[in-house]
C-alpha cells in the first residue's frame, strides 16, 4: 500500500485549503485568553479529561468528538455542567482540525488513532494532549516527533506522574548518591482483568460510525465482546496501556535512560484464553550497560491491588508487598519502593531501616497546568513527545520479542530497527487502510 505525501494526506483527510489556512493563521494564546479545546474520543478516560479541562477558569471545551454518537449524552452533560456552556458535538474529528479558533486537540482514542489522530492535529497547527501510550508501533512514534517538531506544536502525553512533586523527590535523592550505584530496576503491573466474552458478529449499531471508528486498522466485523485491548490491530496490549506510566516512571527516576540495548520477553496468554491476542503475561528484561531494568506483568493476579484512591491523595503509604503498580529501585546502598500516581515513596540504607520518605499526590491537574503553560510559553512540557516515544517504546520492543518467540533482540537507537532479527522489523510499523495512510513525509 502506498503513502500520501502531506500534501496528498492533508487533502484526503482535513482538506488543502482548511489546512494551509491553520498553518499561516496559527493563534497564539494569549494570558488572560481560554484555551480553546476539541476532545477526541469519549470513553472513561476522554470524558474526564473532557470535564476536567472544562473545569478549569483558562480552558473551554468547544467540541466533543467520537465515532459512536452514543457516547454524546454523558459527555456533554459532564462539561455543560462543568463551564455552563454546550460544547459542539461531532462524529468526524477532522470537523475539529478545520476550526481555526480551536488551540487544541485532546485524543483520548484507542491506541491505533493516537499516531494519526496527533499528527493531523500538528499540521493543522493544533497543540495535543494525547493519552498513553502514545503510539501504536515504533514508525508512529517517530512521525509524532518529526510532526511535533515541523510544525512546532506543544504535545503533553497523559504520563502526569512526571508533574508530581514527589516524584520529583524520589529523583532528586537517587540522584543524590546514598543509594549508590543503580544496577537494578524493577517496574510492576500485575492486577486482575477480566475475561473478554465469547458473542457472534452484530450489526453495527444506529449512530455508530464503525468506518472511522477502525480508522487506519481492518474494518474486521463488529463484535462488542471484543475488547480493543486485547487486539493487536488496535492496541499495544492492556499491559502496556497500563504498565507505560511506571515504565514511564522508572525511566524518569533514572535520568531519563534512553534506549535500551538488548530486550528479552518470557510469558504470553498463559491463563486467560480467550481470544484475545495480545498477553496476559509479561516478563521482559531491559539491558543498559551495568543497569538491568525488569517488567513484571500479570493480569491474572487477584492479590495484587492498584493503590485506592483515598491513599493516593493522602499521608498514607499502599501495600507496597501488594502493589501491582510500583516500581523498585535496588541500589548497592539502599532501596527504594515508589508508587505511581500518589502513594509516596520510601527509601531504605543496607540495613534494610527506613531512612527517608514522602508521601505522593496524584498530579492530573499540575500535569494540565505544565501542558497549559507550555501552550503559552512555547516551552516543551513534563511529558514532551518524545519522552513518551522513549517510554512506550520499551512496551513495543517486549511486544515484539515476543511475537517472534519470545528471542532476545539487539536494537540500534540510531536508526530504531533490530541488528539481528529481521523478522522484529516486521512489527516496527503496521499496516495502514485508506484513506487512513502514516505519511513517508509529515
Same mark, same amino acid.
Given at each position: 500500500?502506498?503513502?500520501?505525501?502531506?500534501?496528498?494526506?492533508?487533502?484526503?483527510?482535513?482538506?488543502?485549503?482548511?489546512? %494551509?489556512?491553520?498553518?499561516?493563521?496559527?493563534?497564539?494564546?494569549?494570558?488572560?485568553?481560554?484555551?480553546?479545546?476539541?476532545?477526541?474520543? %469519549?470513553?472513561?478516560?476522554?470524558?474526564?479529561?473532557?470535564?476536567?479541562?472544562?473545569?478549569?477558569?483558562?480552558?473551554?471545551?468547544?467540541?466533543?468528538?467520537?465515532?459512536?454518537?452514543?457516547?454524546?449524552?454523558?459527555?456533554?452533560?459532564?462539561?455543560?455542567?462543568?463551564?455552563?456552556?454546550?460544547?459542539?458535538?461531532?462524529?468526524?474529528?477532522?470537523?475539529?482540525?478545520?476550526?481555526?479558533?480551536?488551540?487544541?486537540?485532546?485524543?483520548?482514542?484507542?491506541?491505533?488513532?493516537?499516531?494519526?489522530?496527533?499528527?493531523?492535529?500538528?499540521?493543522?497547527?493544533?497543540?495535543?494532549?494525547? /493519552?498513553?501510550?502514545?503510539?501504536?508501533?515504533?514508525?508512529?512514534?517517530?512521525?509524532?516527533?518529526?510532526?511535533?517538531?515541523?510544525?512546532?506544536?506543544?504535545?503533553?502525553?497523559?504520563?502526569?506522574?512526571?508533574?508530581?512533586?514527589?516524584?520529583?523527590?524520589?529523583?532528586?535523592?537517587?540522584?543524590?548518591?546514598?543509594?549508590?550505584?543503580?544496577? %537494578?530496576?524493577?517496574?510492576?503491573?500485575?492486577?486482575?482483568?477480566?475475561?473478554?466474552?465469547?458473542?457472534?458478529?452484530?450489526?453495527?449499531?444506529?449512530?455508530?460510525?464503525?468506518?472511522?471508528?477502525?480508522?487506519?486498522?481492518?474494518?474486521?466485523?463488529?463484535?462488542?465482546?471484543?475488547?480493543?485491548?486485547?487486539?493487536?490491530?488496535?492496541?499495544?496490549?492492556?499491559?502496556?496501556?497500563?504498565?507505560?506510566?511506571?515504565?514511564?516512571?522508572?525511566?524518569?527516576?533514572?535520568?531519563?535512560?534512553?534506549?535500551?540495548?538488548?530486550?528479552?520477553?518470557?510469558?504470553?496468554?498463559?491463563?486467560?484464553?480467550?481470544?484475545?491476542?495480545?498477553?496476559?503475561?509479561?516478563?521482559?528484561?531491559? /539491558?543498559?550497560?551495568?543497569?538491568?531494568?525488569?517488567?513484571?506483568?500479570?493480569?491474572?493476579?487477584?492479590?495484587?491491588?492498584?493503590?485506592?484512591?483515598?491513599?493516593?491523595?493522602?499521608?498514607?503509604?499502599?501495600?507496597?508487598?501488594?502493589?501491582?503498580?510500583?516500581?523498585?529501585?535496588?541500589?548497592?546502598?539502599?532501596?527504594?519502593?515508589?508508587?505511581?500516581?500518589?502513594?509516596?515513596?520510601?527509601?531504605?540504607?543496607?540495613?534494610?531501616?527506613?531512612?527517608?520518605?514522602?508521601?505522593?499526590?496524584?498530579?492530573?491537574?499540575?500535569?494540565?497546568?505544565?501542558?497549559?503553560?507550555?501552550?503559552?510559553?512555547?516551552?516543551?512540557?513534563?511529558?514532551?513527545? /518524545?519522552?513518551?516515544?522513549?517510554?512506550?517504546?520499551?512496551?513495543?520492543?517486549?511486544?515484539?520479542?515476543?511475537?517472534?518467540?519470545?528471542?532476545?533482540?539487539?536494537?540500534?537507537?540510531?536508526?530504531?530497527?533490530?541488528?539481528?532479527?529481521?523478522?522484529?522489523?516486521?512489527?516496527?510499523?503496521?499496516?495502514?487502510?485508506?484513506?487512513?495512510?502514516?505519511?513517508?513525509?509529515?
Amino acid at each position: 500500500m502506498k503513502s500520501l505525501n502531506r500534501r496528498e494526506f492533508m487533502k484526503g483527510t482535513v482538506g488543502a485549503a482548511a489546512s %494551509l489556512a491553520a498553518f499561516s493563521q496559527r493563534k497564539v494564546c494569549g494570558a488572560n485568553e481560554k484555551v480553546v479545546i476539541g476532545v477526541m474520543g %469519549l470513553g472513561g478516560r476522554g470524558t474526564y479529561l473532557a470535564e476536567s479541562f472544562a473545569l478549569r477558569p483558562d480552558a473551554e471545551i468547544a467540541y466533543l468528538c467520537d465515532a459512536d454518537t452514543r457516547r454524546f449524552a454523558r459527555a456533554r452533560e459532564a462539561v455543560e455542567e462543568a463551564q455552563n456552556r454546550r460544547p459542539k458535538l461531532v462524529q468526524d474529528f477532522r470537523t475539529v482540525l478545520e476550526d481555526r479558533d480551536v488551540d487544541v486537540l485532546v485524543n483520548a482514542t484507542p491506541d491505533h488513532w493516537h499516531g494519526l489522530g496527533t499528527i493531523m492535529a500538528c499540521q493543522a497547527g493544533k497543540d495535543v494532549y494525547v /493519552e498513553k501510550p502514545m503510539a501504536h508501533n515504533i514508525r508512529e512514534g517517530r512521525k509524532m516527533i518529526e510532526a511535533a517538531r515541523k510544525y512546532k506544536r506543544v504535545v503533553q502525553v497523559g504520563m502526569q506522574s512526571r508533574s508530581a512533586p514527589y516524584t520529583k523527590k524520589a529523583k532528586e535523592y537517587i540522584q543524590s548518591g546514598k543509594m549508590g550505584e543503580i544496577y %537494578l530496576v524493577r517496574v510492576f503491573n500485575m492486577m486482575q482483568h477480566r475475561r473478554q466474552g465469547d458473542s457472534p458478529n452484530q450489526p453495527v449499531p444506529e449512530g455508530f460510525d464503525y468506518d472511522m471508528w477502525c480508522g487506519p486498522a481492518p474494518k474486521i466485523p463488529y463484535n462488542p465482546s471484543r475488547r480493543w485491548l486485547n487486539q493487536w490491530e488496535f492496541s499495544c496490549g492492556p499491559i502496556p496501556g497500563d504498565a507505560v506510566h511506571q515504565l514511564d516512571c522508572a525511566r524518569y527516576l533514572m535520568d531519563d535512560m534512553p534506549y535500551p540495548q538488548t530486550v528479552c520477553h518470557a510469558g504470553g496468554v498463559n491463563a486467560l484464553k480467550d481470544g484475545r491476542e495480545t498477553p496476559d503475561t509479561q516478563f521482559a528484561t531491559f /539491558e543498559y550497560g551495568s543497569l538491568t531494568l525488569i517488567l513484571e506483568s500479570a493480569l491474572w493476579t487477584p492479590y495484587m491491588k492498584k493503590t485506592p484512591g483515598d491513599i493516593r491523595d493522602s499521608d498514607r503509604f499502599p501495600n507496597f508487598p501488594f502493589s501491582s503498580t510500583k516500581v523498585e529501585i535496588c541500589g548497592a546502598k539502599g532501596f527504594m519502593q515508589y508508587s505511581r500516581h500518589g502513594g509516596g515513596w520510601q527509601a531504605f540504607d543496607a540495613n534494610s531501616e527506613l531512612v527517608h520518605s514522602e508521601y505522593g499526590r496524584q498530579a492530573d491537574k499540575e500535569h494540565k497546568d505544565n501542558f497549559i503553560d507550555c501552550i503559552r510559553t512555547r516551552k516543551r512540557p513534563n511529558a514532551d513527545v /518524545e519522552v513518551g516515544h522513549q517510554s512506550v517504546l520499551l512496551c513495543h520492543l517486549a511486544n515484539i520479542s515476543y511475537r517472534v518467540g519470545n528471542r532476545q533482540l539487539e536494537f540500534d537507537p540510531k536508526t530504531e530497527t533490530f541488528t539481528n532479527n529481521d523478522q522484529a522489523n516486521q512489527y516496527l510499523g503496521r499496516t495502514y487502510r485508506e484513506p487512513w495512510v502514516l505519511p513517508d513525509e509529515v
